[in-house]
């Protein structure tokens, strides 16, 4: 925790808290509320539980006090991290390791010191799966935690489905694997087929891009005028191939799970290399634990996410990796050797 400390003070001293146009507009939309005008709430419904956080402070005359309580809620996290851990039949070491890793891990704590929805969501949806993993499950809590998620950021949804799933079958003793799954992929399914909110994003997916900001072919989406992001992905095949776009679909996918970015500084991106660090643990506790239905519902949450950058984008800034990465962190370290249980000095 005092390492947490330092890394977040050397954050501060680097950029200080961020409060630029990104944060504007959490911020404006909780002013808006204050003021009697909750047009910015409607604007920004899927971000609305973070726009609500951020009004008590904002009638305060302190934004920056949001931040010390993001602080708050990522340190309740780290503890339920660890509680996920042991929950999921891990080593005391292990759960120590992933306590540590989310506390100290640059890409998920450069948030912590920013007014945008990463910090919140990343915290709040580690207190909901800590949450789902209880012996008895208080369903009023669990609800609640479901609401917050769904309205944190538009991937809430692939968080609380799976989860969600998963819950409801363990505590009605049915088989859960089929239904997360099923659940799953209904969920894909109307993302690929409802109509999307913000149809700007369409043209995004035409135009061929694999992180945001950088299309492949720019000005090809001007003209497109269907709603859903399956006719885009259709569209995008026509006019370049299947080839074109499998290839792009892996770029993507590239590009989230890689941190780093080539435009980046040599230290941001030496900060951001200790993720790929996460991964091959990951796979291996998915291999291992795999009849664990648990283990499951986060394969799917964290399936889902990187399915929705293969039909979309990459962000420029790697954020749409932050909030996947407390679930790689648990698989990670379920993943470790639990060397140290047998060296336990007795009571």
């Known amino acids: 925790m005092a390492a947490h400390a330092l890394l977040l003070l050397s954050i501060w001293w680097q950029h200080g808290v961020l409060m630029d146009k990104e944060a504007l507009k959490y911020t404006g939309s909780a002013e808006q509320i204050l003021q009697g005008d909750f047009s910015g709430l409607v604007h920004y419904r899927l971000y609305s539980a973070f726009v609500l956080f951020l009004v008590p402070f904002l009638a305060l005359g302190s934004p920056g006090a949001a931040v010390a309580a993001q602080v708050a809620l990522g340190l ?15 080593s005391t070491w292990q759960a120590d390791i992933a306590f540590a890793a989310f506390l100290l891990l640059y890409p998920i704590q450069t948030w912590t010191l920013a007014l945008y929805s ?170 291992r634990r795999w009849r664990n239905p648990a283990i499951q519902a986060m394969a799917t949450m964290l399936l889902l996410n990187i399915a929705i950058v293969a039909f979309t984008f990459a962000e420029w800034n790697g954020r749409f990796l932050v909030p996947m990465l407390p679930v790689l962190i648990v698989l990670a370290a379920l993943g470790l050797p639990a060397r140290l249980r047998n060296m336990e000095v007795p009571h």
Request: with cysteine; net charge positive; aromatic share 16%.
């Open 76 to 90: 309740a996290a780290a503890f339920a991290l660890r509680r996920i851990v042991l929950a999921l039949n891990g």
């Open 118 to 287: 990463e910090s919140f969501f990343v915290s709040i949806s580690v207190l909901f799966l800590a949450e789902a993993l209880r012996p008895k499950i208080f369903w009023w809590r669990f609800i609640a935690l479901a609401i917050v998620v769904l309205f944190a950021r538009p991937v809430g949804v692939f968080f609380v489905a799976p989860l969600l799933a998963w819950a409801v079958s363990a505590q009605l003793g049915l088989k859960s694997g089929p239904l997360i799954w099923a659940v799953g992929f209904g969920v894909l399914l109307c993302v690929l087929f409802l109509p999307v909110l913000d149809p700007v994003l369409l043209g995004v997916v035409v135009e061929g891009h694999a992180i945001g900001g950088f299309p492949k072919y720019p000005g090809a989406g001007e003209s497109f005028g269907r709603f859903s992001l399956a006719s885009a992905e259709l569209q995008l095949i026509a006019d370049h191939g299947l080839g074109a776009w499998c290839v792009l679909v892996f770029k993507r996918i590239g590009w989230l799970l890689f941190a780093g970015r080539p435009y980046f500084s040599v230290l941001h991106n030496a900060l951001m290399a200790p993720v790929a660090l996460i991964y091959p643990f990951a796979m291996a506790a998915l291999y």
